[in-house]
């Protein structure tokens, strides 16, 4: 299955005639509505690592849509949001987007509005999980990887010549390259800057030999 085809809109709003026409609109454009009448059942039904956006009011009664977004990272809602409300609230906003909020939109707004900041959403989301399935693929060919390959590794995208991480490991520079090349085939790295971006990826930029 596509990732598009994974993606869903939750919409979490307590007003039912906003949640039904919402649902309505997106499914018109054939997008995958999921309704939540509170943020509170919004955070107990998402998925995990759910695709999508999510359309969430700002006011509602028992937990307002800011108190969870603070929540989100912790439940592992990692989405976009686009924030709603029916009231001009500019400290709201500000609060929405300075959380990580991908937009804030004042009720009444015009469905094409709606349908392109939705699309903007999807399309940052489908990126996001892009690159998550990449640094996945990254760590399980780095877990691979023998430790003295790891060391090989480390010395090359230090900036190393061969002779040099020979000499800092106390091996020959023969035994440097064999290790060298294994490391190359087993990480899928094409060349030296394709495996900088896979350390930075796997976060081991460093000064060589920092442990």
């Known amino acids: 299955m596509s990732n598009q085809a994974k993606q869903i809109i939750f919409v979490v709003d307590d007003d039912a005639d906003v949640r039904d026409s919402l649902k ?33 009011d700002v006011r509602m009664p028992g937990m307002s849509g ?22 001009a609230d500019v400290d709201m906003a500000v609060s929405a987007m300075t959380q990580g909020a991908l937009t804030f939109l004042q009720k009444p707004f015009s469905d094409q509005a709606l349908i392109d900041i939705v699309q903007q959403a999807l399309l940052q989301d489908s990126a996001r999980c ?32 061969n002779q040099e991480v020979a000499d800092h490991l ?10 060298r090349a294994n490391m190359m085939t087993k990480m899928r790295a094409g ?19 920092q442990h």
């Open 191 to 209: 060349s030296l800057s394709e495996l900088i971006q896979m350390s930075v990826a796997l976060g081991l930029v460093k000064s060589y030999g």
């Open 66 to 87: 800011l108190s969870a977004q603070n929540q989100l990272a912790e439940r592992r809602i990692y989405m976009p949001l686009i924030m709603i409300s029916g009231h």
């Open 24 to 56: 309505w609109l997106l499914e018109s454009v054939d997008l995958n509505v999921t309704v939540f009448e509170t943020a509170q059942r919004f955070l107990d039904g998402c998925p995990e690592n759910a695709q999508g956006c999510i359309l969430m």
């Open 130 to 161: 892009h690159q998550a399935e990449l640094i996945s693929d990254v760590r399980v060919c780095y877990a691979n990887l023998t430790k003295r390959e790891r060391q090989v590794f480390e010395g090359v995208v230090a900036g190393l010549a």
């Open 170 to 179: 106390g091996i020959n520079r023969k035994t440097v390259e064999g290790h």
